[in-house]
């Protein structure tokens, strides 16, 4: 199975034994609201027909990983789906993991292991506008605003201006060459 880890953290594909885990997270508003395509309120039924269609190894830009801490407590999702030729990076944290550099730390292991490894030419992703925390983690690992457009919140059932962002390895590189720099950072 493949794994990835910090210090902190482990991540790997997200299982079915994952749903009621999933579930509680999702089934924060705070959360769901910040999402696209989740809708509130989330159900134990919506994690589990989300789980039947993730294989435990896709392609590198469909990979999605559950996030735990080394004592096994989930914290969130991070992963890629396609995006035209490109990985798109989509996450989110169970409100418990916020503000203690949770997301920042897994994105960067997942996006050190694209670049690594499989590779891309880039890597896209965007915010909420008004989601000041997730553009912060983008902002410290070197993504920059390429555009805005406008998303619907499917939680909301509203649509709102959302931030484009892309990521080149150099970028990604030369804002968080290794872990013990983005800690000194944030």
Not at 83 to 93: H, Q, V
Not at 135 to 152: A, D, E, I, N
Request: aromatic fraction near 12%; proline fraction near 6%; charge should be negative.
């Amino acid at each position: 199975m493949l794994k990835l880890a910090t210090d902190r953290l482990y991540m790997r594909p997200p299982q079915m034994d994952d749903a009621a885990v999933i579930t509680a997270a999702l089934s924060h508003y705070e959360v769901a609201k910040n999402l696209a395509f989740v809708p509130h309120p989330y159900a134990l039924e919506d994690a589990v027909v989300w789980l039947e269609k993730q294989p435990a190894l896709a392609h590198p830009y469909d990979q999605k990983f559950a996030i735990f801490t080394h004592e096994d407590e989930f914290c969130g999702m991070t992963g890629f789906t396609h995006k035209g030729d490109l990985p798109s990076l989509g996450y989110y944290l169970h409100p418990d993991a916020w503000g203690k550099g949770v997301m920042t730390e897994a994105n960067w292991a997942l996006i050190k292991w694209l670049f690594d490894g499989p590779g891309a030419p880039k890597i896209v992703s965007g915010v909420f506008d008004y989601n000041v925390a997730s553009f912060r983690v983008q902002q410290k690992l070197g993504f920059q605003t390429v555009g805005q457009s406008v998303m619907q919140s499917l939680a909301q059932n509203k649509e709102f201006a959302h931030i484009d962002t892309e990521l080149t390895k150099d970028a990604f590189e030369k804002a968080a060459p290794n872990l013990a720099a983005l800690r000194n950072e944030t």
